[in-house]
């Protein structure tokens, strides 16, 4: 599996590489949208990790746009640990799904789904 990491802090850039590298996976790196999406248009990657709050721009627009080109490699963002995007998001997914909870909480851990019993 090839995967795309896109973070402009180089310390944070590293060491998510390095992890995955050893989990053997093979890595890229890019500081910035302008270079991460030249890799993308030259290499063939199973996955892009993205960091949400770039210098360069606005991730979660520049998806959009690749969204609307066709290409469909699936993205997982990175956000700050004081920011409530993840929170946003299970809450409107919650409202959504209705019925008995599908989305449990776990305290200092995060999320999981968990069929009702």
Partial sequence: MRILVV????????ALAAALRGAALAVDAAADLPAADQ???????????????????????????????????PVLFLTEPTSNVVDVVVSQLRRKLGGPPLIHTVRGVGYRMQPPA
Avoid: N
Avoid at 7 to 14: I, K, L, P, T, V
Avoid at 48 to 73: C, F, H, K, N, W
């Fill in 7 to 14: 973070e402009d802090d180089g310390d944070q850039r590293f």
């Fill in 39 to 73: 890799a993308l248009r030259s290499t063939a990657y199973d996955c892009v990790v993205l960091d949400r709050m770039l210098p360069s721009g606005d991730a979660v627009a520049y998806v959009r746009q690749m969204r609307r080109e066709g290409r469909t490699i």
